[in-house]
C-alpha cells in the first residue's frame, strides 16, 4: 500500500492495523543532537488516547510509546527515529458481522474495490488508531519548534454538530474531555453526546488550531505552498472533509478592502489570510479550521449492500466514538507540527542564508 509516508526532509511512514500487535511509523530527518524522552511523545498520546471519558470509545489501550531506534544517550542522532505502539484492547469478533458488509460512510467499499479484499477489524489501516504514531511523530515537531524559534502550537472544539463552542479560555482547554475553551458549555456538551449513545447515533465536530511565533518565509510557490501542505496534512486524518486557512469561505462574503491585511508598524492590522501570503508565512499566526465528519459506524440501522451486491441493514456494535471529533485536537495539533517543521527544514536548506534588511513586521513589534 502506497500512501503512507508523509512530509519532505522531515518524513514520517506510518504502519499497522487497529487490530493488529502495534503501531507505529519512523520518523526520518529529525536534526541530531535534541534531547528527547519518551516523556515528550507521552504528553500528547495521553490526550488523543481512548478511553479517557465515557464520551468517547471504550477500547482501553495504554498508547505507551517506545524509542526503537535514532536516540542515543537521550538525543536524536540525525538516524531514523522508529516508534512503536503495541495494541492491548482488540475485540476483532465485535466486527463479525460486517465482515461481508460495507457501512454506509465507511471505507469498507473503497478499500474492497482497490485491493480486493480488506481488514475489517476496527477498520484495519483506515483506523483512527493510525493517528496515534503521527500524535507521537508531532510531539517531536513540537519540541523542535519550540526550542529553535519558540513556535506553540494549540487547537481546541468550535463546534460538535450544531453547537457552536465560544473561546473564552484557552486555559479550559486542557480541563475538560472536548477540548473546548469554554467552561459554561461544557454540560450541554455532555447532555448533547449521552442522547446520542443512547440513540445509537454519532455528529461531527470543527477543530480549530493555530501555530504562533512562526518564522517569516516557510513554504514556496507553485505547489509547495504551506497552506496548501498544511491543508494535505489535514485531509490526511481521519474523517476530514474541510480545512479553512484564516477566513478560509468567510472570504467569500468578505470585501477586498476587509480581506486584505493591512501592514502597520506594529503588526499586522488582521489576520484574515491565516498567517500564509503567496503559499509562504508571514510570521503571523497560521490559524486552520477542520471539519469532521459524524463517525459511519453506528448501531443507527443503515441500509447498504454485501459483497455479493444484495441489499443489507447494517447495525455496528462495538465501541466507538459518537464523534470521533472529541479526540481530533492533538492529532490536528501534530499534523500541524509535522508540516511546520518540514517547511523550516526545507527553508534552511534553501534560503538559509538570505537576508533582508526590512525586519519582519511581528520582531519589530515585539522589540517595541
Not at 107 to 124: I, Q
Not at 237 to 261: T, W
Not at 289 to 308: E, G, H, M
Request: glycine share 12%; charged share 25%.
Amino acid at each position: 500500500m502506497s500512501g503512507s509516508s508523509f512530509g519532505h526532509l522531515l518524513r514520517v511512514t506510518n504502519f499497522g492495523e487497529s487490530h493488529g500487535p502495534a503501531i507505529g511509523c519512523v520518523v526520518d530527518g529529525c536534526p541530531p543532537g535534541m534531547a528527547l524522552t519518551v516523556d515528550d511523545l507521552q504528553r500528547d498520546l495521553d490526550r488523543r488516547k481512548p478511553g479517557t471519558s465515557r464520551h468517547v470509545t471504550q477500547r482501553r489501550e495504554s498508547d505507551s510509546v517506545e524509542i526503537l531506534s535514532g536516540v542515543f544517550e537521550g538525543r536524536t542522532t540525525g538516524t531514523p527515529i522508529a516508534l512503536l505502539i503495541r495494541n492491548e484492547d482488540q475485540r476483532s469478533g465485535d466486527y463479525a458481522e460486517i465482515g461481508q458488509r460495507f457501512r454506509p460512510g465507511h471505507a469498507d467499499y473503497t478499500y474492497w474495490h482497490k485491493y480486493g479484499l480488506r481488514d475489517p477489524r476496527g477498520g484495519g489501516r483506515s483506523s483512527a488508531r493510525l493517528t496515534a504514531p503521527m500524535v507521537a511523530a508531532g510531539a517531536i515537531a513540537r519540541k523542535w519548534l519550540a526550542l529553535r524559534f519558540g513556535t506553540r502550537v494549540r487547537g481546541r472544539m468550535s463546534a460538535l454538530g450544531d453547537i457552536a463552542i465560544p473561546c473564552t479560555s484557552w486555559d479550559e482547554v486542557g480541563r475538560n474531555p472536548f477540548f473546548a475553551a469554554d467552561a459554561g458549555i461544557v454540560a450541554r456538551l455532555e447532555e448533547t453526546m449521552d442522547a446520542l449513545r443512547r440513540a445509537g447515533d454519532s455528529v461531527g465536530a470543527r477543530i480549530e488550531v493555530e501555530a504562533s511565533n512562526v518564522p517569516v518565509g516557510l513554504g514556496s510557490p507553485l505547489f509547495d505552498k504551506l497552506d496548501a501542505d498544511i491543508a494535505y496534512a489535514m485531509m490526511g486524518i481521519n474523517a476530514v472533509k474541510g480545512v479553512e486557512i484564516g477566513a478560509g469561505f468567510a472570504a467569500v462574503a468578505q470585501n477586498g478592502s476587509e480581506h486584505g491585511d493591512e501592514l502597520l508598524p506594529g503588526g499586522f492590522a488582521s489576520n484574515n489570510a491565516g498567517g500564509v501570503l503567496g503559499g509562504i508565512s508571514t510570521g503571523q499566526p497560521i490559524t486552520v479550521s477542520i471539519a469532521i465528519k459524524p463517525t459511519s459506524s453506528i448501531r443507527t440501522p443503515r441500509r447498504s449492500l454485501d459483497v455479493d451486491g444484495r441489499p443489507v441493514t447494517v447495525e455496528t456494535h462495538g465501541r466507538h466514538d459518537p464523534c470521533v471529533g472529541i479526540r481530533a485536537t492533538p492529532i490536528a495539533e501534530a499534523m500541524l507540527a509535522l508540516v511546520l517543521m518540514d517547511h523550516a527544514l526545507l527553508h534552511r536548506a534553501q534560503c538559509g542564508d538570505v537576508s533582508v534588511e526590512t525586519a519582519p513586521i511581528e520582531a519589530v513589534a515585539r522589540a517595541r
